[in-house]
């Protein structure tokens, strides 16, 4: 069975000779303008410059790929730029030694190379020459020549496409204001239905990945946490610690486990290949190299992605300072460093797997996902509907099309289910309502004189970019030892450290306070007792919602300003605090309540029905990590065929149950398919005729 053409990549060769020719007659053009305005470059006329350019073109597709293979380490070291360089230096050399061309030196050489490469990139993507499949695919493709044939089978494929953050509400305002028009034809057409979900008490990636991709979120309570028992932190999105969490909620049977791919995740659902995955990239899961060649191993490409992430530094720094001028309220700082990391989450991050998915589907992969970063990483520091943050929700979408255009190419169908692993709630942060942060709040309240500076955010961005590189640096060549006794000595320091009196950590709007020199979970009554005006300063607080702790009298407890519900007796005093949460919010708390890393006191902020919001006690506009408004309510865009339980799905491992039941129907219904089809393909016997088998294997009639 021939694999089928993919859309875009298989074009008539006069149009290919055609784009070649503009690109040729543009760059010796350039060669011209250039020679015009460097005193120290001149070209002996038209027929010099195309001969420049023709020659320029042949070193890049001859030579280049040769090279690249035994440079790959460092090009994504550096992000790129290495490549970069070492073409431009190759390229230089040989316009050195061209006799038509004067230059004065290398240096002139190289700046002449960097400007053809950025005119070659601005005119290739004006001609679709490497844009959307062509670029991913051409890629991706020769990786696949390098991994041999693959199997072709009837068995559908299932392909996840997490969008991080997106909540069901702001998905389906998506749809009516075209800022997700692939996904709204799907439901429009009716292939797909779109149903919404409610996360744990917990609503973020750490936890809510771990039940879709694992089946099992117990024992995590928040994003960042304080064990006891180990006297540290853990952090979801650090390397060792995503490991060390994987370890503990998987059995070996993730959604991944059976020949899975897991691409910019939190955890990897047990795949044998992974990239860009925090619980993998400090080790060798998958060929690695192969995965981000799709990426690296073009410097044009890299180029052209180079100049879309400064453009998308350029229009953050805009929608910054559109929001201050318009005097937009929610909203925060946003630095230089951030619009960088921004660029990383939307650009950068976003070709890399995209081009991981492709090549997974090329190969036939039984299930893959993915992670789409960028929707959930603007929406913290712009909003959750600003306009920046759906245009690039509209780049998540324009990518999931140039995804689903793949599978006409690959050795087996493949099913498309969109879903997010929480939603996000909006609103003015603790510290910019009230002028004090959780932290200083606690510490005062408490008198403590030692305290965990840990309620600060960790940028997903800048977390996944540093995995990146770590992962590619992941062997035992010096890079990888280096990076391995960094994280050594980090560990050794934290290790030597000092338990600090009192710990305050926040996820969105969510909060841990321990005190780790106490052993085991403290009582309202030992808090009370140590700390008295703790407590009531808490659950008092305006901005304070439910303060959650254990009683030696009545056991769990939420606190509320006016109201007290004793979670396991069935019984409220006064107000219930639990009551602007939802009908679902006393489950949450109490089974997290029954964790045996339960923090000493978890509260979560007040939600503001009026404004659908919520005062995170990190420094973003909207969060997620509690309880409160759309950040629990996430969806999953499903084909049709696939059948939805008639009962609210609650709870993020009810979800990895009704995907690996959808991957066993799918295998089940394609085995039943193929029996069909074999038994309609035998014929009917004649009256009187009987068959039977000759000792060569033949059947013959009689």
């Not at 797997?353 to 090329?362: E, F």
């Not at 789409?372 to 600003?386: K, N, P, W």
Request: charged share 20%.
């Amino acid at each position: 069975m021939e694999r089928s053409a993919l859309p875009g990549v298989t074009r008539k060769p006069t149009r290919l000779l055609f784009h070649g020719l503009i690109v040729v007659v543009v760059d010796a053009v350039a060669l011209i303008l250039l020679a015009a305005v460097m005193p120290g470059f001149n070209v002996d006329g038209p027929l010099a410059a195309l001969a420049t350019a023709i020659a320029i073109g042949l070193l890049n597709s001859l030579v280049w790929p040769v090279l690249s293979r035994f440079t790959l380490r460092l090009t994504v070291l550096t992000l790129g730029l290495f490549g970069l360089a070492l073409n431009a230096l190759i390229v230089a050399s040989a316009m050195l030694a061209m006799p038509w061309l004067y230059i004065d030196g290398l240096t002139e050489a190289v700046v002449i190379t960097v400007c053809l490469a950025i005119v070659t990139s601005l005119i290739s993507a004006l001609l679709a020459i490497d844009e959307d499949s062509s670029w991913y695919l051409n890629v991706v493709r020769g990786q696949l020549r390098r991994r041999g044939e693959v199997e072709h089978t009837q068995v559908p494929g299932i392909v996840f496409l997490e969008i991080d953050g997106l909540a069901h509400d702001v998905l389906r305002r998506a749809f009516a204001t075209g800022n997700a028009p692939t996904l709204a034809s799907w439901v429009r057409s009716e292939s797909h239905d779109l149903h919404r979900w409610e996360t744990d008490w917990s609503s973020q990636t750490g936890a809510c990945q771990a039940g879709i991709l694992h089946g099992n979120n117990g024992e995590m309570p928040a994003f960042r946490w304080w064990e006891k028992e180990s006297g540290r932190a853990l952090v979801t999105n650090h390397p060792h610690d995503a490991a060390e969490i994987e370890s503990r909620q998987s059995d070996g049977k993730g959604l991944l486990s059976r020949d899975g791919a897991s691409r910019a995740n939190i955890l990897s659902g047990d795949a044998t290949s992974s990239m860009l995955t925090m619980s993998t990239v400090l080790e060798r899961r998958g060929k690695i190299g192969h995965d981000y060649a799709a990426y690296f191993t073009k410097p044009y490409a890299v180029l052209k992605t180079a100049t879309f992430t400064l453009i998308e530094i350029a229009r953050e720094r805009r929608a910054a300072r559109q929001q201050a001028a318009d005097d937009v309220e929610p909203r925060i700082e946003r630095s230089w460093v951030y619009s960088i990391m921004r660029a990383w989450a939307t650009v950068i991050q976003l070709d890399l797997q995209v081009a991981a998915v492709v090549g997974d589907m090329l190969a036939g992969r039984s299930a893959i996902y993915t992670t789409f970063l960028a929707y959930d990483e603007v929406a913290h520091h712009s909003g959750i509907e600003r306009p920046d943050t759906l245009q690039t929700l509209r780049t998540i979408d324009k990518q999931i099309r140039r995804i689903v255009s793949t599978a006409q190419a690959t050795p087996r169908p493949y099913r498309f289910i969109v879903l997010a692993d929480h939603g996000q709630s909006q609103g003015a942060t603790f510290l910019e309502r009230y002028g004090i942060s959780l932290e200083q709040l606690v510490t005062d309240l408490s008198q403590a004189e030692t305290v965990e500076p840990s309620a600060a955010t960790e940028d997903d961005a800048r977390a996944y970019m540093s995995a990146s590189v770590t992962e590619a640096g992941n062997d035992k060549k010096l890079v990888g030892r280096v990076l391995g006794r960094f994280s050594r000595k980090t560990e050794a320091e934290e290790a030597e450290a000092e338990l600090p009196e009192l710990s305050v950590m926040a996820s969105g709007c969510l909060g841990l306070v321990n005190f780790p020199r106490e052993p085991g979970r403290m009582t309202l009554e030992r808090v009370n007792s140590l700390h008295p005006g703790l407590i009531d300063g808490l659950r008092k607080h305006p901005g304070i919602g439910f303060v959650l702790i254990d009683s030696d009298k009545h056991g769990a407890v939420a606190l509320g300003a006016v109201g007290t519900n004793y979670l396991e007796i069935d019984l409220v005093e006064g107000v219930d605090p639990l009551e602007p949460f939802g009908p679902n919010s006393k489950d949450h708390v109490l089974r997290t309540h029954r964790f045996n890393n339960c923090p000493d006191i978890m509260l979560n902020s007040t939600y503001w029905d009026e404004t659908d919001e919520v005062a995170a006690f990190e420094e973003l506009v909207g969060s997620h990590g509690g309880l409160g408004g759309t950040q629990s309510y996430p969806f999953v865009l499903h084909p049709t065929d696939l059948e939805w339980p008639d009962e609210p799905l609650i709870g993020a491992e009810n979800i990895y149950h009704l995907f690996t039941g959808w991957i066993d129907d799918l295998a089940a219904g394609a085995a039943a398919d193929a029996e069909a089809s074999r038994d309609q393909s035998i014929p009917e016997e004649l009256p009187g005729e009987s068959t039977r088998t000759s000792t060569s294997g033949e059947t013959s009639a009689t």
